[in-house]
């Protein structure tokens, strides 16, 4: 065999080699994307949006009864009792709920994660997903994969799904 003809073959097999390569990475990439669409398949029937709303949901109310205990703390403290009137009482059942859902943030989610839920759902004014993930230093696509993952991690961990 000549040397001429042992580089081309040489050239062909590392040809072959890549094509193979990038096709075992395709088929992995492809594999994790079509993962990510079925992600809650191995969870039972779940309207995705009706867990997202829930959280959400929650979410947004963490920060108002976080501020009735604060409320609660300050007015024992000065020794008045039911300064308003209470239409429900529900007092430990809120306390038990900010614990947790306290506890679930520092638990379950990595930094970026927790950044997202914070600036998105524990601010006073409305934020913007542009204005987080761009302050992030996020990509459109990788922010929304972001924030879906600490919803269904918050969910998780709240026993939720």
């Known amino acids: 065999m000549s040397s001429t003809s042992q580089l081309e073959d040489t050239k062909t097999l590392r040809q072959v080699a890549v094509a193979l390569l990038f096709g075992v990475l395709f088929y992995f990439d492809k594999g994790a994307r079509d993962m990510n669409a079925k992600q809650l398949k191995f969870f039972r029937d779940i309207d995705e949006k009706e867990v997202q ?11 108002a009864l976080k501020v009735q205990i604060e409320n609660k703390k300050e007015q024992e403290a000065a020794g008045v009792i039911n300064l308003f009137p209470s239409v429900r009482e529900q007092d430990r059942l809120n306390e038990l709920k900010v614990k947790q859902i306290e506890r679930a943030l520092e638990n379950s989610l990595d930094f ?6 914070e600036m ?9 997903d542009i204005n987080i993930y761009l302050e992030l230093g996020l990509k459109k696509g990788k922010y929304y994969e972001k924030k879906r993952a600490a ?11």
């Not at 524990?122 to 913007?128: D, L, R």
Request: proline share 0%; charged share 30%; net charge positive.
């Open 53 to 63: 709303n829930l959280i959400i949901g929650e979410l947004r109310d963490y920060r």
């Open 112 to 117: 970026i994660e927790r950044k997202i839920i």
């Open 120 to 128: 998105k759902y524990f601010t006073s004014h409305e934020t913007k």
């Open 151 to 161: 919803i269904y991690r918050l969910a998780t961990a709240l026993g939720v799904i």
